[in-house]
């Protein structure tokens, strides 16, 4: 059975586990920023989010809990996945899963995939990431991703998929997971006639395409 919750508003490269990261001894590690950019806005609040299968009371809301003492537990078949649903184009710039092998053990992942598109029905793959005994935030690099390989991945729809488990465990434990987006002083608006950025044009967006406001 599909769990979901509505918050307020072939070629890319492995991705390796985050040492750093591993080691953080931040009392706080949601509260925590990326090292590797500076002015990011966390965009998780702004998705749906939906899993494969879960264990009562660890499903989404118990994911998104702005604590890594409380996770999502699957409960079901392999693989697990983390479905991540924007209303519109987002350009994600980072992206980070927390676990702790310390405290999962046998439900630690040691192998997952990403896939991005506009849904679930197009989703193609840009990544694998794996590890052992990772304790803290796993980077998920995204070099290579975006037309022009600008490390920028643009989609509606993003999925992490569980594949294996520490010692083949069954069922997996996330304990978090962060998106982030450029923060951008202003939007103005690009069109033929009004500037080029980087010798480029661009067409004009739509005010319907804007930022969301979280009321």
């Not at 899993?51 to 003492?69: E, H, I, R, Y």
């Not at 192998?111 to 991005?116: N, Y």
């Not at 679930?120 to 995204?142: A, H, T």
């Not at 920028?152 to 996330?174: A, P, S, Y």
Request: hydrophobic share 30%; proline share 7%.
């Amino acid at each position: 059975m599909v769990e979901s919750i509505h918050p307020l508003p072939r070629d890319a490269p492995r991705l390796e586990e985050d040492d750093s990261a591993s080691t953080s001894t931040s009392s706080d590690p949601l509260s925590s920023s990326p090292r590797t950019l500076a002015h990011l806005r966390e965009i998780s609040p702004l998705a749906s989010w939906t899993v494969s299968t879960s264990k009562p009371g660890c499903g989404v809301p118990a994911l998104l809990a702005a604590s890594t003492a409380s996770f999502w537990q699957s409960d079901g078949p392999q693989p697990h996945l983390l479905n991540i649903h924007f209303f519109k184009l987002v350009r994600i710039v980072q992206l980070r899963v927390y676990l702790d092998f310390d405290l999962d053990e046998s439900y630690t992942p040691t192998k997952m995939s990403f896939a991005a598109g506009t849904g679930e029905y197009d989703l193609v793959e840009f990544g694998e990431w794996k590890g052992e005994q990772p304790r803290g935030w796993v980077e998920v690099g995204l070099e290579g991703c975006g037309g022009e390989g600008d490390g920028v991945l643009r989609c509606m729809c993003l999925q992490v998929r569980v594949l294996e488990n520490h010692q083949n465990g069954k069922d997996t434990h996330i304990r978090g997971v962060q998106i982030y987006a450029r923060e951008e002083g202003g939007r103005g608006k690009r069109g033929k006639g009004g500037g080029e950025r980087g010798g480029r044009e661009y067409m004009e967006e739509p005010e319907w395409m804007g930022e969301p406001e979280l009321r």
